[in-house]
């Protein structure tokens, strides 16, 4: 397998230095991609650079995952309006651990081949260079003009940016530079990839490899993904779609990858799964000819999900869909999670009610009116339970005044009241 005809075609490369084709065609290359580790979790705005280095190792190359716990200290100009928080030390090393737990997904780290990844962090050989070493071995080799003229800078210093741009962050090319360095000389790791706003940064280091050892360099970098409309990649109303479970539901991230347009649809199974090229023309062909069936959202959605969470996430995920827009059974909303059910209907009303009121014991009549306004009027709800149109998690209500009780709810908490086909309520007990 060829890895720039692989990203090609996938509408992964961006920018390539010339040479990096010839080079990764005559011999096993190391190459390294850096991560921030600012959070516990990766998002999927990460996943792109990840893949990249999915596929170098599927192509026979060795990958570096590089968490840039020095860098992480000091924080990257490139795309960023002001300079960020500061980590500690304990923070960045529990961000580390939970980071290489989730690559292990995507990389083998733990075999005997000679391509196996491997994850540095910069932490280890920034935390003893003295700021005096840094500047005569490091600082010596770059001019500042060389520094001033990357668009990163130069975005931060044309007033852009009410806060301009502080030494400590005009120092981070320098840094970045100096991984490539270290890696190329300790690990001969001869190309650096990463995202379009890191190619700045990149080439620095490539510059940094040509004056001081003079050795074979190479940088490659993906577009910044977007959607067609325009909007930002990753992100929903509540923030990141992460891969760590605690902070998106694999129920939240399988829908978000469900309900992506058919244009982004057709570009993001390129980019984030491993199909092969005559699997993803043959979904984009089937999706044209009826894209109502919405093929390859489902497609894409059914891969990431089972890559990054688990298939039985994804099993789950597609159950839970079910019941909001199918004809799930009861047996399958209880089986719900707190969590999950909560994500299911988000956005339906609420009613709170006293939970004594049904450990009592309660007619769905007046709890429906007066507990909790789900019907307008008892006469209401009366004629829509005799036409067969109300249903209490997801079980038809037999009659008008059946008496519900606390062993009814789901979770010990919730009841999922539904009023025709898509009238959902949810009355939570309190």
């Not at 001019?143 to 130069?154: C, F, G, Q």
């Not at 009549?365 to 036409?387: C, H, I, P, T, W």
């Not at 008496?403 to 007990?429: E, P």
């Amino acid at each position: 397998m060829n890895f720039v005809e692989e990203l090609k075609w996938r509408g992964m490369v961006h920018d390539m230095m010339p040479g990096t084709e010839e080079l990764l065609a005559k011999e096993q290359v190391t190459a390294y991609l850096g991560i921030d580790p600012t959070a516990d979790s990766l998002h999927i705005g990460h996943l792109c650079g990840v893949m990249m280095l999915r596929h170098f190792q599927r192509c026979g190359h060795k990958p570096l995952a590089l968490i840039g716990g020095a860098t992480g200290m000091i924080g990257d100009p490139s795309g960023k309006s002001a300079e960020r928080n500061l980590l500690d030390e304990e923070t960045l090393h529990h961000n580390q651990a939970c980071i290489k737990k989730q690559l292990a997904k995507f990389l083998d780290f733990e075999s005997d081949a000679t391509n196996k990844a491997e994850l540095v962090n910069n932490y280890d050989w920034m935390k003893d260079f003295t700021f005096l070493d840094f500047a005569r071995e490091v600082g010596k080799h770059i001019t500042v003009n060389y520094m001033m003229a990357k668009d990163s800078v130069k975005k931060r210093l044309n007033g852009e940016s009410r806060d301009g741009l502080s030494f400590t962050e005009f120092t981070y090319q320098l840094l970045q530079g100096y991984d490539f360095l270290h890696l190329n000389e300790t690990k001969g790791c001869k190309l650096q990839m990463g995202g379009s706003d890191q190619w700045g940064n990149i080439t620095t280091g490539t510059e940094l490899i040509r004056r001081t050892n003079g050795g074979e360099a190479y940088a490659l970098t993906c577009p910044l993904i977007t959607k067609a409309d325009g909007g930002k990649f990753g992100k929903t109303e509540s923030g990141n779609v992460w891969l760590d479970a605690r902070y998106t539901s694999p129920y939240k991230f399988y829908q978000f990858w469900l309900n992506v347009s058919d244009d982004d649809a057709a570009r993001y199974i390129k980019i984030f799964t491993s199909l092969s090229k005559d699997e993803i023309d043959q979904l984009i062909t089937e999706h044209a000819e009826a894209p109502h069936l919405r093929t390859l959202q489902k497609r894409l959605a059914k891969e990431v999900t089972i890559m990054v969470h688990s298939e039985e996430d994804y099993n789950a995920a597609v159950e839970a869909s079910d019941i909001l827009f199918g004809n799930a059974t009861s047996a399958a909303l209880k089986k719900l999670d707190e969590d999950t059910l909560l994500a299911v209907f988000e956005g339906v009303p609420r009613f709170e009610v006293a939970k004594s009121v049904l450990d009592e014991g309660v007619k769905a009549v007046d709890l429906f009116v007066d507990n909790a306004a789900v019907f307008a009027s008892k006469g209401e709800m009366r004629k829509l339970v005799q036409g067969g149109g109300v249903s209490l998690n997801k079980e038809k209500l037999s009659a008008f005044d059946q008496v519900i009780t606390s062993a009814d709810l789901l979770d010990s908490k919730y009841l999922l009241v539904q009023r025709g086909k898509k009238n959902y309520f949810l009355i939570i007990a309190k």
